[in-house]
């Protein structure tokens, strides 16, 4: 198959009314786990949390809620497909900056990735199984601090996760994330630009401090220091006034997540 084809191929992929359908439920489920991530979180800021508030302890949360594991099989499928279209979207992308085109190409892609790996977590879930991606985490930094590459590689880790947070503060900031989305009129668009900018620099925030984690493990030779963004939230009790920045982060990706579900019905696609 020549370039033109696959091309030809991708849009034709990319414009199905299906894998648009697919799409928008990809970001529907993602506006789920982050509404249960927010509520873990806020269950550790008030003493209460029974599981970890990241992504496993979503998919947790849902295995074990009657019904729960229809929610699962609907969050594999649209993680998936929400995952592919990116990657699609990423090969078609066309920039007149040769430079930024491959710098968009790879993030989009990066993000494409990112889903893939959400909807295999969710689908060992679905599955019946479990996962524990604190530990697993945290395991991968214990292999990494055997060698002093490995540790420059963490430093390297660290620095680029606090940029994706960074860049999650500018986007919410400057409302960049209305490049995204078909923006209402009236008071809905208040409501989302509202939301989109408390969810934006939430999850920025949180983001953030997993990098910020993930050097100091580095620097202490403490693995268990980097163990995600359950260990990052956790962290942040354990500072003064911590426990209601904590909470105004959880309400913040839950202001997330109900963005997502917005994005689900005006996302430019």
């Known amino acids: 198959m020549n370039d033109a084809s696959a091309s030809d191929a991708a849009r034709s992929a990319k414009n199905s009314t299906a894998l648009q359908v ?13 509404l249960l991530i927010g509520a873990l979180a806020i269950g550790i800021a008030t003493g209460g949390g029974q599981t970890d508030a990241d992504q496993s302890g979503a998919f947790r949360q849902l295995a074990s809620t009657p019904g729960g594991v229809f929610l699962l099989w609907a969050v594999v499928i649209g993680m998936f497909a929400l995952g592919l279209w990116l990657l699609i979207s990423a090969f078609l992308m066309q920039p ?5 085109k491959w710098a968009r190409r790879g993030a989009e892609a990066a993000k494409g990735v990112t889903y893939f790996a959400l909807g295999s977590t969710a689908l060992t879930f679905a599955l019946g199984g479990s996962s524990d991606s604190s530990s697993s985490t945290s395991s991968l930094t214990g292999e990494l601090m055997g060698n002093p590459i490995g ?21 919410g900031a400057t409302r960049k994330f209305t490049e995204d989305i078909s923006v209402p009129g009236g008071t809905v668009r208040k409501a989302v630009l509202g939301l989109g900018f408390a969810g934006y620099i939430a999850k920025g925030i949180a983001i953030g401090v997993v990098g910020i984690l993930v050097i100091a493990a580095a620097f ?21 006034f911590g426990v209601v920045v904590l909470i105004v982060i959880a309400i913040g990706l839950i202001a997330y997540g109900v963005y997502c579900f917005i994005r689900a019905r005006y996302a430019r696609l």
């Open 22 to 34: 697919l799409a928008r439920l990809g970001f529907a489920v993602n506006g789920l786990v982050h």
């Open 220 to 240: 202490t030779h403490d693995p268990e220091k980097s163990s995600g963004l359950d260990a990052a939230l956790t962290s942040l009790t354990e500072l003064p």
């Open 96 to 100: 007149q900056d040769s430079k930024r």
């Open 151 to 171: 540790i420059a590689v963490l430093v390297v880790a660290g620095l680029a996760v606090m940029g994706v947070g960074g860049f999650f503060i500018y986007k």
